[in-house]
């Protein structure tokens, strides 16, 4: 299958090749291709365990069925340490069982991106027991990650917090993870490998994502009194019917919690043996039923303007928010007169800057302009950071001007930039292979990288690279 693929792509291209070479035009733009769409979210449920999602499956349903919404899940365990009332497997195994009951749930309802952090399931009502035993920075650096990759407008997670009920801290665990890569994801000086340009020798360390915002975080809770959080978020009713699927939507609901046999068998077993009208009868009665009506979401935070009652979508548009953290460099929101483009050194340059920034080391000693040592032969390569006009798509022209004998090798020319506030992309520059006698008498070279908007020259950045006899890989 491979090589036919290659054949049939090499035949396509001298297709394309002999097409193009019909007409006379001036070179192509470099595309850079923006981050895969296939796993945008609209919604990503942040929960500790197979079955936790369905807290809010009727909520869900109503989203993805009647809303178009796009559904993404994260749990932080795989529930090994629960219970098995189905068969005989537990521990390890029982957690393999677990995961795919999650993943059969989900994908009843259509969600198929489902992602598990590394935390162990933890029975405790302490939040601290779980996020110790979960390993919380690794794993809050993979849930940022998913984040980026997943590029949420809205967060749904456990709330955390303590209240008479199931209270458990693996739930509680979760929100707090959930509210900390809220936060996290959009600062370019957290995890910032997961923002860098992907390096050539070493592309498995830089991950080339973006940091990003999600609009509104909200929460569920496993409270035994869910009438104390009436007023704090939207309101749903369970009982209504799904204009697109004739059903109502805890019914949608309990479908899809039809695979997790190994929590609740004797009531999956019990309700897929009744009638509709028995079902019907059986969930209206409030000893029974497995929601609250109607189903309240806590409001945790919003980045823009919303009313705590109002629609879980009210105002959320899909346009990425501006970075946060203390040293993030560039335009503020409404700033006037700003260059379609702006180019910067990215990198470790960068991310100093914005650690500096974030850390309050403002009068950190720096060197006065940016430089590095470079083996005389070798390539050099500079990251850049793109930042360019929110939400549209822009053409930049990079012009690059190296010392005599230097040569741009990659990363110059026109570049056509996907919708995003910035993009990364690497110049490489072949340096002169010197003698030894040569190196000791080197002076360290300019390297000017300008930019151009429109056709106009919108500025240039400098980095002073020296040749030495001996030097450790940039990458």
């Known amino acids: 299958m491979k090589r036919w693929l290659v054949v049939f792509a090499a035949g396509l291209a001298a297709l394309m090749g002999s097409s193009a070479g019909a007409q006379t035009s001036a070179p192509a733009a470099h595309v850079v291709k923006g981050p895969d769409e296939r796993f945008k979210a609209d919604i990503l449920l942040v929960v500790a365990h197979p079955d936790d999602e369905g807290g809010v499956t009727p909520y869900l349903a109503r989203a993805i069925y009647d809303e178009h919404k796009r559904v993404a899940v994260v749990y932080a365990t795989r529930g090994g340490s629960g219970g098995n009332d189905y068969t005989r ?23 198929t991106n489902v992602w598990f952090l590394d935390g162990k399931d933890t029975a405790s009502q302490n939040v601290l027991n779980s996020l110790a035993n979960w390993s919380h920075g690794a794993n809050l650096e ?18 955390p917090g303590i209240f008479i009920g199931e209270n458990h801290g693996d739930h509680q665990a979760s929100g707090v993870l959930a509210t900390e890569a809220f936060d996290l994801a959009n600062d370019p000086a957290a995890f910032p490998a997961q923002v860098a340009g992907a390096s050539k020798r070493l592309e498995i360390y830089l991950q080339n994502l973006t940091p990003w915002q999600p609009k509104k975080l909200y929460f569920f809770s496993d409270a035994d009194d869910q009438k104390q959080f009436a007023g704090t978020g939207p309101a749903y009713s369970v009982k209504q019917l799904s204009p697109s699927q004739k059903k109502p939507y805890w019914r949608l609901a309990m479908d899809a919690a039809t695979p997790h046999l190994t929590q609740f068998p004797e009531e999956i077993h019990q309700m897929t043996a009744m009638s509709d009208a028995q079902i019907t009868k059986f969930m209206d009665d409030p000893q029974h039923s497995w929601w609250t009506e109607p189903m309240t979401l806590i409001l945790g935070k919003a980045m823009i303007p919303s009313k705590r009652t109002a629609d879980v979508f009210e105002g959320v548009t899909s346009t990425a928010l501006l970075p946060s953290g203390k040293g993030v460099s ?9 260059p379609d483009a702006m180019i910067s050194l990215s990198g470790p340059w960068g991310f100093y800057q914005a650690f500096r920034g974030a850390h309050g080391l403002r009068d950190l000693p720096i060197a006065k302009q940016d430089e590095i040592g470079v083996k005389a032969g070798t390539l050099l390569s500079i990251p850049l950071k793109i930042t360019h006009t929110w939400g549209k798509a822009v053409e930049v022209k990079v012009k690059v001007t190296a010392p005599e004998a230097w040569k741009v090798i990659a990363g110059e020319g026109n570049f056509s930039l996907p919708e995003e506030w910035f993009t990364a992309v690497s110049l490489d520059i072949q340096s002169p292979s010197l003698t030894a006698e040569e190196v000791k008498k080197e002076q360290p070279r300019e390297v000017v990288i300008g930019w151009e908007v429109n056709g106009k020259l919108a500025g240039s950045v400098q980095l002073r690279a020296l040749l030495r006899a001996s030097a450790l890989p940039q990458n």
Do not use: F, M, Y
């Not at 497997?89 to 969600?111: F, V, W």
């Not at 993979?142 to 709330?159: D, F, H, M, Y």
């Open 89 to 111: 497997e537990h521990g390890p195994a029982l957690a393999d069982i677990r995961e795919q009951e999650a993943r059969q749930a989900c994908a009843k309802l259509g969600i």
């Open 142 to 159: 993979a849930l940022v990650r998913i984040v980026r990759l997943t590029r949420p407008e809205v967060v749904i997670s456990w709330l």
């Open 330 to 338: 560039g335009p503020a929101a409404g700033e006037a007169n700003l």
